[in-house]
């Protein structure tokens, strides 16, 4: 099943790539400001022979799940390929602490990220939004042979609830224009919107050039300028509305270049 006709996936590039070894690392999803999983890598003495590295996911109690299967002792997510569907239908063990991958002294590599280590294979994540809703996700991840590290690369997410996402999708290509025209831009909805705190947005061009990005109230004053000078081509480009200083309302994200413009409404509520 493919994800709905009006489907809006935020891809989000973590640059540079994250490794985590002995340290954890916490991601927003969503950029609400709080974490929804927790990757871990630590060594540990445990009760069967031998120390153990283990490369792990916590969903720090936020309701995250990731696709795969209850193991006898942690559940294991599977190591999925580019194009594997994450969403209502997938299998979700709900727990606190999944592992990626481990190492069991002289049992070996277990489970489907550790053997051999996995390179460019994604986690496949659900994960309540601020606002309550259900939503999915992928992480893009590298965990080395006997899980001796993790390396987090880059995520996507469904800002439409209950709507599945593809492992890998980024989200719509730039569309071409009217009369059959080169497309100029892709931008993203905000999300989340309304928002309480912050929201976030992408904004993809089809050549370099300048762009504004900006935001103004109701009464047309500019209260914000995320961006002025070049933007590069086929890079998705990510934008952040701190809301903290900003009172309730409704607010306009204009985007200017010098082959576009486009606009879009957002509220912020407190």
Known sequence: MAPAADAQITYMDVDPDETVQGNTFDLDIDGDGAADVQFFQTIGTVAVAGD????????????????????????????????????????????DFTVLGSTYGPYGPYGPWAAGGQTDKYLGVQFMAGGGTTHYAWVRLDVAPNSASITVKDFAFEATPD???????????????????????????????????????????????????????????????????????????????????????????????ERFSDMQQVTLTR
């Open 163 to 257: 709507t599945p996402i593809d492992a890998g999708a980024m989200g719509v290509a730039i569309e071409p224009g009217p009369d059959g025209l080169p497309g100029t831009h892709n931008l993203s909805a905000a999300f989340p919107n309304p928002f309480n705190a912050g929201a976030r947005f992408t904004l993809e061009v089809a050549e370099q050039q300048d762009v504004r990005v900006e935001v103004f109230n109701a009464l047309g004053q500019r209260v914000a300028t995320l961006h002025d000078g070049a933007l590069t081509a086929g890079t998705i480009h990510e934008f952040d509305i701190d809301g903290s200083d900003l009172a309730s309302g409704v607010y306009l994200i204009r985007t200017a270049g």
């Open 52 to 95: 153990r590295p283990i490369a792990g996911v916590d969903n720090l109690g936020t309701g995250t799940a990731f696709v795969g299967y209850a193991g006898p002792y942690f559940n294991y997510p599977s190591a999925l390929d580019v194009g594997a569907e994450i969403g209502p239908a997938a299998n979700f063990p709900a727990d």
